[in-house]
């Protein structure tokens, strides 16, 4: 079973970047999509980024589309966000999730994002 922890969440004023990063530990990510979902105060978690784990697709939710980028080092087991002209609406804990397709089936236990106005 594969084992995620995020890192790089903080506080971050509005149109500033920050980069996530999902370190995996007892099992390679290399046969796993990756996905990065997050949950805002009083709201479901949502889909944000997933990539496959062939390398050769990424899908991103059409809010943050053009602003955050997925990615991944399989030698360092570690998948990142690049979150770019951050918004106050992008606050929110952002969870790392190992995925079979779109499904996700190893959680992380998330990094909070703040961005103020």
């Known amino acids: 079973q594969v084992q995620l922890i995020e890192s790089g969440g903080g506080l971050v004023q509005a149109g500033g970047s920050l980069r996530l990063s999902c370190a995996a530990s007892?099992?390679?990510?290399?046969?796993?999509?990756m996905g990065w979902f997050r949950q805002a105060p009083g709201k479901e978690r949502e889909f944000v980024a997933r990539d496959t784990w062939s390398g050769g697709s990424t899908y991103y939710a059409d809010s943050v589309k053009g602003r955050f980028t997925i990615s991944r080092d399989n030698a360092k087991n570690t998948v990142y966000l690049q979150m770019n002209s951050l918004k106050p609406e992008d606050t929110a804990v952002y969870y790392c999730?190992?995925?079979?397709?779109?499904?996700?089936?190893?959680w992380g236990q998330g990094t909070q994002v703040t961005v103020s106005s």
């Open positions: 007892g099992r390679t990510i290399s046969t796993y999509s």
């Open positions: 999730a190992a995925t079979v397709g779109s499904s996700p089936k190893v």
